[in-house]
């Protein structure tokens, strides 16, 4: 006897925005409640989906409130999602505890994490939108804006790091242009990482794209300079004088 393993019926985007797909009608005005957002996103990204206190819960999406009112916010907030995604998708454990169910609702973050941790790296990049939750935010919850801050870090590192191991899987190949392609998105999206420019500087300078690496390294130097007041570091600047003298 054989078991059918449905897919989840519920699509949760939060990587170059958030988006719901699959779900009934209703979404759109689910997706105008951030406090709604905020609590799908922090279930969601819970490592192994694990349940979450409902302390926890409105300690992080209603600081601001006492404790009963706070609670009644998580309730209502909690039976809106279970009226728009299905009353499967927030399971409670007990009275105290609440999380996502991984049977009823996919998330991009999940397979993305997934991928790249298992090496699929076209996979992983592909996934990889954009920024987690790009310009959403909650006003008076400093807490929550902590968790997302991390998140966001997280995802961007594991985008990077996916990103050079493409690049250095191409020059293998010696498939320099896309090589070189996936070096600078590393570099973009870690732009004041010298580690990695110096690391993209020396691939580019290694496939013979000299001129590109100097290019690379002028904008580097005038974005720090711009938003941050400082020079690039004395490791990089001795690495880009080498490159220029050959």
């Not at 949760?12 to 905020?38: C, I, M, N, W, Y």
């Not at 939108?129 to 590192?157: I, K, S, T």
């Not at 290694?206 to 938003?227: T, V, W």
């Amino acid at each position: 006897m054989t078991t059918d393993h449905k897919p989840p019926a519920v699509e949760l985007f939060l990587l170059g925005g958030v988006e719901l797909r699959g779900s009934p009608d209703g979404a759109h005005k689910l997706l105008a409640q951030s406090k709604a957002v905020a609590l799908l996103a922090f279930l969601a990204l819970s490592p192994a989906r694990r349940f979450q206190r409902r302390d926890t819960l409105v300690g992080l999406l209603w600081p601001e409130l006492d404790q009963a009112r706070a609670r009644a916010d998580l309730r209502k907030t909690v039976h809106n999602i279970r009226g728009v995604l299905g009353a499967e998708v927030i399971e409670s454990r007990g009275d105290d505890e609440l999380a996502i169910s991984s049977r009823v609702l996919w998330c991009d973050v999940d397979e993305f994490n997934a991928a790249s941790d298992g090496g699929r790296l076209a996979h992983a990049l592909e996934l990889y939108r954009g920024d987690l939750m790009p310009g959403f935010f909650l006003r008076d919850c400093v807490e929550f804006e902590r968790w997302l801050d991390g998140q966001r870090a997280a995802a961007e590192e594991r985008f990077v790091a996916a990103s050079w191991a493409m690049a250095v899987a191409f020059e293998g190949e010696r498939n320099y242009t896309k090589a070189g392609h996936w070096a600078r998105r590393a570099v973009h999206h870690a732009w004041n990482n010298e580690r990695v420019l110096r690391r993209v500087l020396s691939m580019l300078d290694r496939i013979g794209d000299r001129a590109g690496a100097m290019k690379l390294f002028d904008d580097f130097s005038m974005r720090l300079s711009a938003d941050l007041g400082v020079r690039p570091s004395r490791e990089t600047l001795e690495l880009v004088e080498q490159i220029r003298a050959r």
